[in-house]
């Protein structure tokens, strides 16, 4: 059984280029959220994902934007790249909006914007 | 959402008992309290999750006090494979979790 897969596992990208990342979620799961983790830092939650609609969002500008697609599946599209924007992207899928369980992470995309 | 304060770094030697201490003081009442692990470069991983009193699995033990107003993590018998940062977060599932400094443990031979 796949987890959380994410790609691509690494990209380099400059300033004000637009770059996709893609998650698929663990199997059974129909929730995908976002996460952006800085050097040295935390994840900080960009947005999360259900029912093919964002249900949550942080505190990011509106240069993140994402999909989610009818096999569960999420885009994460960030547009006019900033060198601020270099991270590590986190993708956790889950099931639903119970209010226990766990959920499961991918191993991350590391954008590096030059 | 409620804040988590946690210490910053711990150190421990291989095979001690290590217990870290999360305070949540504005915890609401329809949240509960998570623990993650994350290695260098990878995705974090649960570990346990509570609401009150104790919770044990294989790989630790969750503390919680009447008040919720805290939580300790305590990881038994640690080994050098348990040197990673560890999260504790406060929220409702799926409801944005949100992710503190983290605790950054080293475990020495």
């Known amino acids: 059984d796949a987890g959380v897969t994410q790609s691509p596992t690494h990209l380099i990208k400059t300033r004000g280029q637009q770059v996709t990342l893609r998650c698929s979620p663990k199997s059974g799961h129909d929730t995908v959220s976002w996460y952006q983790q800085a050097l040295g830092q935390g994840p900080q939650f960009i947005f999360q994902y259900y029912e093919e609609e964002e249900r949550q969002r942080g505190n990011f500008p509106d240069r993140f934007s994402g999909h989610q697609f009818p096999n569960y599946s999420s885009e994460l599209n960030v547009n006019a790249l900033l060198l601020g924007d270099s991270a590590l992207y986190l993708c956790a899928s889950s099931f639903g909006t119970a209010n226990t369980g766990e959920l499961f992470f991918g191993e991350g995309s590391r954008l590096t914007v030059l | ?109």
């Open chain 2, 1 to 109: 959402l409620a804040k988590t304060t946690q210490p910053i770094s711990m150190d421990s030697y291989e095979g001690q008992e290590v217990n870290i201490t999360c305070s949540h003081n504005n915890i609401a009442t329809n949240d509960y309290i998570t623990w993650y692990q994350q290695f260098p470069s990878q995705g974090p991983r649960f570990i346990i999750q509570g609401y009150k009193t104790k919770v044990t699995n294989e790989v630790a033990s969750l503390f919680i006090p009447a008040d919720r107003k805290s939580s300790t993590l305590s990881l038994p018998r640690v080994s050098l494979s348990d040197t990673a940062v560890y999260y504790c977060l406060v929220g409702e599932y799926g409801n944005k979790l949100v992710f503190g400094a983290g605790t950054i443990l080293r475990v020495k031979s």
